[in-house]
């Protein structure tokens, strides 16, 4: 079964501007999430979609939101990019396991690099 | 605010030492979960713990999860350069939300 996909892998933009990034589930994960991660801050939570509604969100400005398809794959866009921003973003497909709860695979991440 | 609290923060040990990583809160979760992370890719669970003072072992890896669901603990029995890479804990919140640990860094020498 493959895993998770994310594209691109690398991207470099430029401040001010906004971006898409693409996450393609493990086949029948119906639950999508997405993470921000730095250095500073670790690993933090930006919202998690199922079957193409947001179930939960982190604590992230409006300028990050997202979406899902009914296919299950998710798309995440941020506007107005900042410096800040500069993250490894990855996207995790969930299974809920009956005992164990969600099960979260993680794709390869995105690197973004806001200059 | 960070909820979840992890140390060591960096570890640095020699092929075939034992060690214990730590995962600390104040609140409690529903569940835990550890992961694994190297260089360039996303992290790999590696265990859920759901039982306040439930052991899982997986080979040389056993992870605890506290009694009052607040803390857990990753313990490695000899362990081995493919050890090295970043572990964290995660704790579920509510319907499905999970907070992430600070990481801990591993590296184990030859």
């Known amino acids: 079964k493959a895993g998770v996909t994310q594209t691109p892998r690398y991207l470099i933009k430029t401040r001010g501007q906004q971006v898409t990034l693409s996450c393609s589930p493990i086949?029948?994960?119906?639950?999508v999430s997405w993470y921000q991660q730095t250095p500073g801050q670790g690993l933090q939570f930006l919202f998690e979609?199922?079957?193409?509604?947001?179930?939960n969100k982190g604590n992230f400005p409006g300028r990050f939101s997202g979406r899902q398809f009914s296919n299950s794959r998710s798309e995440m866009n941020v506007s107005t990019l900042e410096l800040g921003d500069s993250a490894l973003y990855l996207c995790?497909?969930?299974?809920?396991?009956?005992?164990?709860?969600?099960?979260?695979?993680f794709g390869p991440g995105t690197r973004l690099t806001v200059t | 605010t960070q909820l979840l609290e992890q140390s060591p923060q960096f570890l640095s040990i020699q092929e075939g030492e034992n060690l214990t990583v730590y995962c600390n809160s104040s609140?409690?979760?529903?569940?835990l979960q550890w992961y694994r992370q190297e260089p360039g890719e996303g992290p790999v669970l590696l265990v859920t713990?759901?039982?306040?003072?439930e052991v899982k072992k997986l080979k040389r890896l056993t992870f605890q999860f506290g009694d009052a669901r607040k803390d857990s603990s990753l313990h490695i029995t000899a362990a081995q350069p493919g050890d090295t890479g970043l572990y964290l804990c995660?704790?579920?919140?509510?319907?499905?939300?999970?907070?992430f640990g600070t990481g801990t860094r591993l590296k184990v020498l030859a």
């Open positions: 979609y199922f079957s193409e509604t947001q179930r």
């Open positions: 995660a704790g579920a919140r509510g319907t499905y939300k999970y907070i």
């Open positions: 086949s029948g994960h119906r639950s």
């Open positions: 713990v759901v039982t306040g003072g």
């Open positions: 995790a497909s969930s299974l809920w396991t009956s005992g164990e709860g969600y099960e979260q695979y």
């Open positions: 609140s409690v979760f529903s569940s």
